[in-house]
């Protein structure tokens, strides 16, 4: 990665979203180095793994990680091919942690099959409401209202996507359950930061314990902690993901055209800029326009680095983290700390 330009560099962090029908839509993405698909949609074609192979070949460096929010319940993208699963909550009340593992093992393999490599699950929340609505993002998404229940079932999800090679990624951290709103909406807040160390933070905790490969930060701001949406907080990622809690995997965002950072009248790249200075390694948003946002993004990223808003070394570490997540043999991860670490 050191001949990588910052531009190159800077798409690596990107994932673009791109209808799971039209997949072959995403080539310029592709060649434009965008570090992630985002597949969105409810019935994916049966070549979607040979389309997605197609486009592998595209990338000018390292293919991009596919993926999809197949969480179970109404959360499935593609139950046409790799079948229907249970809401997280149905799964926490009705199985043990045992059996939740082998059914994400069957899940993965079957996502793997069709070409996905990343599943944007499980949900680690706290959460007993009834959503997931406009004001409970959670609800039936969440496998309980006890932290450690979330825990020990959640983590079996993810436990169960990684045996079968797709890569889980645990959200929405520091944890949405109890949260005022929907951020996808508008802006929201989680419960106190007090609050939260004692019951919607402790399934993160464990999950960094465990070695959870990736982590998605949400766009709620943390009452006691940072009044910016976590996703864009120094506070939150920095200095409780990374320092306190320790993790060193991939750290990425929710969307960032979510309605909490568009109230901030922030677009995508100016968003994705803040995202990364504060921590984060890969960004994710929504939008009609990829390619453009894309390029968008890249700009002002090269921006930031000219005038000293982010530096070559975070986005070296960034891109680092994300070869290393898609076990890429390039890393720096053994040679360099991640900026502002000691080591």
Known sequence: M???????????????PVEEDQVAQSSPEVVGGAGGLLLYGSSAPANLGQQVRDLDRLA??????????EEGGGVQRMANLVGAIPWARQMGSTMTAAQIEILAKGLGQRLLAAGVTMDLAPVLDVDGGPGPSATDPDGARAFSASPSVAAADGLAFAD????????????????????????DDSPAATLPYATLLQGGLVPFEQAVSQGVPAVMVSNASVPGLTSAPASISPQAIEGLL????????????????AGAITALHLTVPQAAVRAL??????????SSSPRAVLTGVEQAVQQAVTRGQLSRSILL???????????????????????????
């Open 2 to 16: 050191a001949g990588w330009t910052v531009a190159q560099l800077a798409a690596q962090l990107v994932i673009v």
């Open 60 to 69: 000018p460096q390292v293919p991009p990680f596919v993926m999809t929010d």
């Open 160 to 183: 169960g996507l990684e045996a079968a090679g797709v890569v889980p990624v645990v959200k929405h951290f520091p944890g949405l359950g109890g949260s005022s709103g929907n951020t």
């Open 242 to 257: 990374i320092r306190r809690l320790g993790f060193s995997g991939l750290i990425m965002t929710d969307s960032l055209s």
């Open 277 to 286: 200075a504060a921590g984060a390694d890969m960004v994710m948003f929504n």
């Open 317 to 343: 570490f960034a891109a680092d983290r994300v070869l290393a997540a898609k076990r890429v043999d390039l890393c720096l991860s053994q040679a360099i700390a991640r900026p502002g670490q000691s080591g």
